[in-house]
């Protein structure tokens, strides 16, 4: 498979970075209890370059979902899928626990 990239030039170091969404600025969150998940830097982009999945494809509305979050005893293999949140799950509100 062939993926084509558009690069642009940083000014201060003269290196050459892909233009898209940085996959380390992705959201993690565990898929069993909702905790958000933090990963060492770089993660995030390994494991998409490993599933072909192109920067420029993603943007702020995407999000990686795991089943390896620390609190629910996640260790050694999980699984990640990414998700892209529709503009109508933006009207809707999280539910509310507790009393008022």
């Not at 062939?2 to 970075?17: L, P, R, W, Y």
């Not at 993690?28 to 494991?47: D, F, I, K, S, Y």
Request: glycine share 12%.
């Amino acid at each position: 498979m062939h993926t084509t990239s558009t690069v642009i030039a940083n000014a201060e170091t003269g290196f050459f970075a892909p233009r898209g969404y940085d996959p380390e600025l992705l959201y993690v969150e565990c898929g069993r209890c909702g905790a958000p998940v933090m990963w060492e830097q770089g993660r995030a982009t390994r494991l998409l370059e490993q599933a072909g999945i192109d920067p420029l494809e993603l943007d702020a509305s995407c999000l990686l979902v795991t089943d390896g979050c620390p609190l629910c005893g996640g260790k050694g293999q999980y699984t990640v899928q990414i998700f892209r949140v529709s503009a109508a799950a933006e009207t809707r509100r999280p539910p509310y626990y507790g009393t008022a």
